[in-house]
């Protein structure tokens, strides 16, 4: 808590900058001089700070996240513990790809087709609240499920689920994909298969690099080597 307050403070003073980092796709696809605008007397203020706030969380993510895996270390092989570094940096990694992928190719598809089928008698005008309610929600999931193959590599390592069950598993989760797509993506098909099929490309990555944690297992345990340090 500490480290995210130390981090946003300094991030704070360029929240205006960051709103319209943020607000770039949206405007794109307005009108030329269209603005968004604010319907709260303090949103003005509140919503580039929480911007800010949402910058310095994931400026120290990689420090968050290595708490996380504080809890479960001590239930690892040493061989295992090794790993812990390598899986903050690619759980953080595929968090800010996830991110980088709605922002960059997403927002554009669905902000495209807000705006095609938007009456021609109405002007567009975003409250900035409800935009900055929506870019979260979508960076959150997007950033959350493209954690998909940490996830699946975590559950090998810890023994929770062996990799012949989720392999097994592979036509299940690809109905889950698609039904995790409709939820958090708006209703297209469009931005629902861009979430539902990178889903189904990373679980296949997890099961990959899974299967190097399934091999030493299976040498560990032809070696006798049961107990842990």
Not at 34 to 61: D, H, N, Q, R
Not at 204 to 229: C, T
């Amino acid at each position: 808590m500490v480290a995210l307050l130390i981090v946003f403070v300094p991030t704070f003073f360029f929240a205006s900058e960051l709103y319209d980092l943020l607000a770039m796709p949206m405007m794109r696809t307005l009108p030329a001089g269209s603005k968004m605008i604010a319907t709260g007397v303090i949103t003005p203020f509140f919503i580039p700070m929480k911007i800010a706030l949402m910058l310095a969380f994931l400026i120290t993510l990689p420090y968050l996240l290595y708490q996380a895996w504080a809890f479960i270390a001590p239930g690892l092989y040493s061989h295992e513990k090794r790993l812990v570094v390598p899986l903050i940096f690619s759980s953080t990694l595929l968090f800010f790809l996830g991110m980088a992928f709605c922002y960059f190719f997403v927002f554009g598809v669905v902000f495209e087709f807000i705006a095609r089928f938007a009456p021609k008698s109405i002007t567009v005008a975003p409250d900035i609240e409800a935009y900055f309610n929506f870019v979260l929600g979508m960076f959150v999931a997007f950033g959350v499920t493209f954690e998909v193959p940490v996830v699946v590599f975590v559950l090998v390592l810890t023994g929770v689920v062996p990799l012949e069950k989720l392999r097994e598993w592979r036509p299940y989760w690809v109905v889950v994909a698609f039904i995790i797509a409709a939820v958090v993506t708006p209703p297209d098909v469009v931005s629902q298969f861009m979430l539902a099929i990178p889903l189904c490309v990373l679980y296949e990555v997890g099961l990959f690099f899974a299967r190097f944690i399934d091999k030493s297992r299976h040498k560990d345990a032809e070696a006798g080597q049961g107990g842990k340090p």
